[in-house]
T-cell receptor, first 116, second 114 residues
Framework: DSGVTQTPKHLITATGQRVTLRCSPR?????VYWYQQSLDQGLQFLIQ???????AKGNILERFSAQQFPDLHSELNLSSLELGDSALYFC???????????????FGEGSRLTVL | GQNIDQPTEMTATEGAIVQINCTYQ??????LFWYQQHAGEAPTFLSY????GLEEKGRFSSFLSRSKGYSYLLLKELQMKDSASYLC???????????????FGTGTRLLVSP
């Protein structure tokens, strides 16, 4: 157990819909990262927050948005969903930006999104 | 931007040694990491290199050459449970802000057979 909690674990929805994925980082971790992993694809970096502020952005679509709240939990909002958005969405946390001294990220179990 | 290359798939036999290579290009290199990911599960941290050389941790070792943009993960005494994807990741630092992000390669799927 990494200490990072993601909900929901599984989500099935239809094209055009909107969903929200939630992440609670490890206690004390200030940085939260979102990654997308499609079938047979690597982890694609979406976005990073540090203590409530956006710090880095990857290949995140305009239909996607995220935020980190004062209690440090984060939400990833996916709207106007398309079939290609079906993927595992991982949240990870670290004490500071990109894992501090060692760079270790602690990953949640992921949210599996299926768009039909 | 960043570019990370590693083989898509490798096979090996139980008890053998396997080396998984990773080459990278990045403008703000600040460390290279290896993660293990079993199918459908979260990635877990294996190793970290920021200076050139070999880091050994039990059956796993990781090597880095910054001048060559090259790393490898060496797995010894392979076990069936080592069948997983191995992800090479580069920590990239943005010089203007000092903030860092971890960018992953597509991973190498290792299949260990009896």
């Amino acid at each position: 157990d990494s200490g990072v909690t993601q909900t929901p674990k599984h989500l099935i929805t239809a094209t055009g819909q909107r969903v929200t994925l939630r992440c609670s980082p490890r206690s004390g971790d200030l940085s939260v990262y979102w990654y997308q992993q499609s079938l047979d694809q690597g982890l694609q970096f979406l976005i990073q927050y540090y203590n409530g502020e956006e710090r880095a952005k990857g290949n995140i679509l305009e239909r996607f948005s995220a935020q980190q709240f004062p209690d440090l939990h984060s939400e990833l909002n996916l709207s106007s969903l398309e079939l290609g958005d079906s993927a595992l969405y991982f949240c990870a946390s670290s004490p500071r930006g990109a894992g501090g001294n060692t760079g270790e990220l602690f990953f949640g179990e992921g949210s599996r999104l299926t768009v039909l | 931007g960043q570019n990370i290359d590693q083989p898509t798939e490798m096979t090996a036999t139980e008890g053998a040694i396997v080396q998984i290579n990773c080459t990278y290009q990045t403008s703000g290199f600040n460390g290279l990491f290896w993660y293990q990911q079993h199918a459908g599960e979260a990635p877990t941290f294996l190793s970290y290199n920021v200076l050139d050389g070999l880091e050994e941790k039990g059956r796993f070792s990781s090597f880095l050459s910054r001048s060559k943009g090259y790393s490898y993960l060496l797995l010894k005494e392979l076990q069936m449970k080592d069948s997983a994807s191995y992800l090479c990741a580069v920590r990239d630092i943005r010089r203007t802000t000092g903030f860092q992000k971890l960018v992953f390669g597509t991973g190498t799927r290792l299949l260990v057979s009896p």
